[in-house]
């Protein structure tokens, strides 16, 4: 079961612009989110992460928000840079113990000069 | 201070062929994970450690085996390679709580023909 859900496989915007990346979870037990990013041929690398007790954390162009009644959470990228050209993945540690980690399926980002 | 190495980069395999991967850490991280990624599936859970010497598992055990005899080094056994563990598998580690980042290795791409 996919516990963690990123239901936008690519987005595309423009250089300078607002990037909304999207993560749906169905486990109400998750109370910790993380956000890596990960460029071809690498290993992913954390990017941002947000306790379930904040609905906000900003770490300079990064945002991430936190919906705990609706089960969602968003990355925000202000402004896109073509260096973030990547793919975003949403992650929540305990969806089969409390060591494990469920990722969502991948947001491949473009940003266009 | 390498972080999370991982070898082979690229292996090709036969259908019943056996391989090990073998991850090594510098870190003195505790916990060590085995993922794989599939197009649409995000990272999934094989196998985990959570220290020297234990060995537990994750959402996609079947068909490989784990072993952490040292605390650097966690490796993943295919005793008899099939098309469908054809995949891209990520080696990580961790330390501190179940919420602490993890650090990921470059990965290694495998065939099975």
């Known amino acids: 079961d996919q516990q963690v859900k990123q239901n936008s496989p690519s987005l595309s915007v423009q250089e300078g612009r607002i990037s909304i990346l999207n993560c749906d979870y169905t486990n109400s037990m998750f109370d910790y989110f993380l956000w890596y990013k990960k460029y071809p041929a690498e290993g992913p690398t954390f990017l941002i992460s947000?306790?379930?007790?904040?609905d906000k954390n900003e770490d300079g162009r990064f945002t991430v928000f936190l919906n705990k009644s609706a089960k969602h959470l968003s990355l925000h990228i202000v402004p896109s840079q073509p260096g973030d050209s990547a793919v975003y993945f949403c992650?929540?540690?305990?969806?089969?113990?409390?060591?494990?980690?469920?990722f969502g399926a991948g947001t491949r980002l473009t940003v266009k000069p | 201070n390498a972080g999370v190495t991982q070898t082979p980069k690229f292996r090709v395999l036969k259908t019943g062929q056996s391989m090990t991967l073998l991850c090594a850490q510098d870190?003195?991280?505790?916990?060590m994970y085995w993922y794989r990624q599939d197009p649409g599936m995000g990272l999934r859970l094989i196998h985990y450690s959570v220290g020297e010497g234990t060995t537990a598992k994750g959402e996609v055990p079947d068909g490989y085996n784990v072993s952490r005899l040292k605390k650097q080094n966690f490796l993943l056994g295919l005793e008899s390679a099939a098309p469908s563990q054809t995949s891209v598998y990520f080696c990580?580690?961790?330390?501190?709580?179940?919420?602490?980042?993890?650090?990921f290795g470059p990965g290694t791409r495998l065939t099975v023909l």
């Open positions: 990580a580690s961790r330390d501190g709580g179940r919420g602490a980042t993890q650090y």
């Open positions: 870190m003195n991280h505790e916990y």
């Open positions: 992650a929540a540690p305990g969806g089969y113990n409390n060591n494990d980690m469920r």
């Open positions: 947000i306790s379930s007790i904040k």
